[in-house]
């Protein structure tokens, strides 16, 4: 499909979402295996297979913008900039870690890039996102804030309460829902009965368009327009984006059996983003080969460093957990 942004985004544009895409990427490809092994502790939900909606989205915003993410939210930390040795020594509980290694991978935050979290709450990023853009509308700046949320989500109330909340004040927010067809083992035609989510946005009184999350150029032709009409006083939009995980809900507990036979070997072959990327921008093997030597070089090393790392010390328990206004 010729989209907007296909032809519009020059070779270092194209070869940056390529980086940030291959990035998450590698970071999923290589947390599976760490937590397969034995090494990795705690509660890890992989976002490959929708690299695509992350890189899309984030491509859309501008530094100060801001973004409220979900349990699978490495995909999203990464799109908007943060570090992945910071993020890799979280997963690790480590010292140096995004969060000094307190969070995890459901709390990895980065206010200074526009992080607003991870968030372990089911749709929790959505009010929050409310709240940072209430806080451009009050002060009078300029960010645009968005949060992601995912099928099943999307089915909390405070989502809805979210939806209304922003159409009731035309807050400068834009609702990512990300429909990966499950929420845990429930498939969306039981829990959604097969309705579009931008649907339900539309009753709201508020433009929402339901793409393809596989397809970057779309997402971030969709992610731009709902963006700038933020930015420019015209209130939320909703957008809808469809792309399916690889991995299973979350690591070492998912045997996938609610999912079809060849099910996620048919996505991998058929529905990679980075492949689709890759044939529609039109990048060459060489170009495409320095990112992925360097992209792996990098995550190498942040696994090395995070196993190397101390942990935070006991006196640091507390610090950083209450807040004292
Ligand atoms: C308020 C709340 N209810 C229940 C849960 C348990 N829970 C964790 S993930 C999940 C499913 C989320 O599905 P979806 O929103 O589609 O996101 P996905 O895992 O597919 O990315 C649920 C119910 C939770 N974390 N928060
Ligand atoms: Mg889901």
Redesign the pocket.
Known sequence: MATESAGSLGREELIEAYRVMRTIRAFEERVHTEFASGELPGAV?L?AG?EAVAAGVCGALVEGDYIAS???GHGHAIAKGCDIGAMMRELYGKAGGSCNGKGGSMHIADFERGMLGAN?????GAPLACGSALSAKVLGKSHVSVAF????????G?FSESLNLATVWQLPVVFVV???????A?G?RYHLRGLDVARRAEAFGMPAVTVDGTDYFAVRDAAATAVERARSGGGPSLVECKAG?FFG??EGFDQQGYRGAGEVDRLRAEQDCLVKFVTAAGLSTSETADVDVTVDAAVEVAVAEAKAAPSPELTELLTDVYVSY
């Open positions: 939900h976002y929708q979900t349990h699978r372990g709450v089911a749709a929790g949320v995912g099928d099943g989500a999307a089915n909390q405070s990300e429909d990966n067809f499950y929420a845990q429930t969306t995980r809900h979350m």
